[in-house]
């Protein structure tokens, strides 16, 4: 793969990131040929806030779902790679559609986390937060649904389920970073997620170049300066090095 010279010169890198950046690290992604949804339609109910608010067994299903997470996962190559191009000083902003905290675990700083984490959990009525280690002790105490200790609320993970608004702070900062970068790296993204997706256009309308690191097509593919269907955790050590 031979890396642009567009991008070698890049020093204002917009990177967004999505689920596939992190399969190999053992989390799977949602759309992929493999992917979570894929294989079970009925699992994007757990993620969406109307079922979960209504249906107490989609609850339980949900804090299943969480304490069966592969606790153990780490950082890959890409997340590494992510961490080596901050430090050249070339990171505009790392923005990111995954929940899972392994940029942070990498090493990365300043992460815009568009979904929020599965790092804690949010009380649906007076917002108090709190660690989800602690929610998912009291799962594994036995309670299927631990509610709200403040208020009695219904809790969730602290992610944006589908029918729940994003961050405003969060969405306006990766929107002037889209706006203020010279290339959009979007990497295991399926760009199918609105407003995430929109970035890719923020960007290529302010006249960046646009990569896009993905195992399938997306939506975007027409506005991309450079394709790569190459594994995330050996093609993006090559794009982002220092060392040419």
Known sequence: MDVPDWLVAARRICVLTGAGISTDSGIPDYRGPNGVWTRDPDAEKLVTLSYYVRDPEIRRKAWLMRRDTDPDARPNPGHAAVVDLQRQGRLRALLTQNVDGLHQAAGSTGVLEL?????????LSCGARSPMTEALARVDAGDPD???????????????????????????AAAQAAADCD???AVGTSLAVHPAAGLVEVA?????????????PTPYDGLADLLVREPISTALPRLLSAER
């Open 146 to 172: 631990p509610g709200c200790l403040d208020c009695g609320g219904v809790l969730k993970s602290a992610t944006i389920s589908f029918g729940q608004a994003l961050d405003p702070d969060v969405l306006d």
């Open 204 to 216: 290529a309308a302010r006249g960046a170049r646009v990569a896009i690191v993905n195992a399938e």
């Open 115 to 123: 979904h929020g984490t599965v790092r804690e959990v949010e009380c």
């Open 183 to 185: 290339v959009l790296l």
